[in-house]
């Protein structure tokens, strides 16, 4: 059974993670069945969320696990797209995660109107994975 680690539901979304809902979206589209664990935070890998532990393996980052998916489990999630579809998919991918995705950051965390509804929302609900461990 694959784990996979996320923050758990909030802001109205099954997470505040879109690459945590991305990793959810390519499991449920491979029909792979999972669990997800939501105390996984202080030992993340790469110090971020989501990753995998696929039965010992574990995998950081939604774009590995994407291509852990489609090596292990032989599930092309392009398929059906030409070479050329496929490359544009995978700039706009890119794009969107490398770059649009900082507009979201910015709304979220560094807009001062915002605050009661970001940064207060996000580590109210989450302060246990913050909070010192000593
Ligand atoms: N490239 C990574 C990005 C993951 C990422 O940025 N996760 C954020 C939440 S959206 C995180 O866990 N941040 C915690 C931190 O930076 O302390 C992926 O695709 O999984």
New binding site residues.
């Given amino acids: 059974m694959i784990t996979l680690y996320a ?1 758990g539901p909030l802001f109205s979304l099954p997470d ?5 809902m ?2 959810e979206i390519l499991l449920k589209m491979a029909g792979l069945p999972h669990k997800i664990d939501l105390n996984g ?1 202080r030992t ?1 890998p790469k ?4 990753y995998i532990n696929d039965d010992g393996e574990r995998i ?4 590995f ?1 994407r291509s852990h998916i489609e090596r292990k489990y032989k599930f092309d999630f392009d398929r059906g797209l030409s070479a050329e579809q496929r490359a544009i998919a995978w700039a706009f991918e890119k794009m969107a ?1 490398d770059n649009l995705y900082w507009t979201v950051v910015d709304a979220r965390w560094m807009d001062d109107a915002n605050f009661n509804n970001g940064p207060r929302t996000f580590f109210r609900a989450f302060r246990h994975l913050f909070a010192p461990s000593w």
């Fill in positions: 923050f505040p993670s879109p690459f945590v991305k990793a935070f993340a110090g971020k969320l989501p950081a980052d939604s774009t696990i995660e």
